[in-house]
């Protein structure tokens, strides 16, 4: 069958873009354009090999072999499928299992039913060696493509460039058109998205903790003995416990407001603080009722929810910025109440219990707020939020919406 055929070890396409642009293997560090990646891997293999393409099998590890975001966005994609093995972690690094074999399988079953002419395989992996001898047995040609290695050496095995019937190297110029480093200096967006925000993640996270939580490190100051209270009131409240962190935990904030020696019963006048952008802002007890408030789920009929699944895995990248901006996008524009639009902003920098409980069960759905080297990424939740309020920044409380 005069076609051709492309096999993609995603763990070394990426892996070793990564080491070239950023100087680490880890995928972490790049930001990818999967559409551009898979537009120019149809593009170079049907000229390389003069065959129109078959098909494009993208091979990765997924914890529990469960789909990230990126590879539900890479299976609905036109010739492409998506082959998951198994992602684990051993002594405190990821592997991939069951990779390879897949790889091997298909190479082996494409060539043996004469499925295609070409096979073109993006990897480094010597394990394939078999699979590739098994094929060019069949009469396949086999194209073996590189990435262009960071130090200028081989990134691939040996046996595996020697068996190979031809060989072409992915270079720097045709990583960059898709794929390009992280920021170091914050989250950044998918290529050719949302403008940079480092700078106001940066003052969340750099906001100083509130005046009556204690600080530590060598910076803090010596404890000072309890007085009483000017007038013959009570002593004020001790602090919360100290917490080994900069920016104090939910619980942290909460003990704020409550008594130590009656844990169950809020201090008389104690102000809960919030952080943001702006540094602590207090929300006291008079903080308006946000009960009524509705939440997207209620403001979205049966068809929108087909549309809104449908626009998250072929739109939406994952970028927990991204998804904050629209969560707000979609409550902004079902909202059919004016004042409602209005009342939500009021609360900045704190979203409503509610709506922020479902801001981030859905933000669950793209792979955020999991377990990232055995610790929850607060960043991501920082990140959120601040698109969900930049959103709100964008349209203003008032502006008319498209659903109006």
Avoid at 108 to 137: F, H, Q, W, Y
Avoid at 141 to 168: F, I, K, P
Avoid at 173 to 180: D, F, K, Q, V
Avoid at 217 to 243: L, R
Wanted: charged content about 25%; proline content about 9%.
């Amino acid at each position: 069958m005069d076609r051709c055929v492309v096999l993609v070890d995603a763990g070394y396409l990426l892996g070793a873009a990564a080491s070239l642009l950023a100087g680490e293997p880890s995928r972490s560090s790049i930001l990818v354009d999967h559409a551009a990646v898979v537009a120019g891997l149809r593009e170079r293999a049907e000229k390389e090999t003069g065959q129109p393409l078959l098909r494009i099998y993208w091979f990765d590890g997924a914890p529990d072999r469960v789909p990230q975001p990126e590879h539900r966005r890479l299976r609905v994609m036109p010739r492409v499928t998506v082959r998951l093995g198994a992602l684990t972690r051993t002594d405190g690094r990821w592997a991939q299992k069951g990779v390879d074999a897949a790889m091997h399988a298909e190479l082996s079953e494409l060539a043996r039913n004469r499925a295609c002419s070409d096979i073109v395989l993006v990897t480094g992996d010597g394990d394939l060696l078999p699979g590739m001898m098994s094929a060019k047995e069949h009469g396949v040609a086999v194209h073996l493509w590189a990435v262009q290695a960071a130090d200028g050496d081989y990134n691939q095995s040996e046996d595996l460039v020697a068996e190979a019937d031809e060989r072409r190297v992915l270079d720097r110029e045709w990583i960059t058109a898709a794929i390009r480093a992280r920021d170091a200096a914050g989250v950044c967006a998918p290529v050719g998205t949302r403008p940079e925000f480092g700078p106001e993640i940066a003052a969340i996270l750099a906001a100083p903790l509130p005046e009556s939580a204690p600080r530590t490190g060598p910076e803090a100051a010596p404890a000072e003995p309890a007085h009483p209270a000017k007038n013959g009131s009570a002593p004020a409240p001790a602090g919360p416990p100290p917490h080994h962190k900069g920016v104090p935990t939910p619980k942290d904030v909460a003990d704020l407001g409550r008594s130590h020696t009656a844990p169950q019963q809020p201090v008389a006048g104690a102000t809960l603080r919030w952080s943001s952008d702006k540094g602590w802002t207090d929300r006291g007890s008079d903080q308006a009722d946000t009960s009524g408030l509705p939440t997207l789920a209620q403001l979205t009929t049966a068809e929108q929810r087909w549309a809104d699944r449908e626009a998250d895995i072929t739109a939406v990248s994952g970028d927990p910025y991204e998804v904050g901006q629209v969560f707000a996008r979609r409550w902004i524009a079902r909202v059919a109440d004016p004042a409602q639009r209005q009342q939500l902003p009021a609360h900045y920098p704190r979203v409503p219990h509610r709506i922020d409980g479902e801001l981030l069960r859905y933000a669950a759905r793209f792979g955020l707020l999991a377990h990232k080297d055995d610790q929850i990424d607060e960043h991501d939740r920082y990140a959120i939020r601040a698109g969900f309020w930049r959103e709100f920044g964008i349209r203003g409380p008032g502006a008319p919406t498209p659903e109006d």
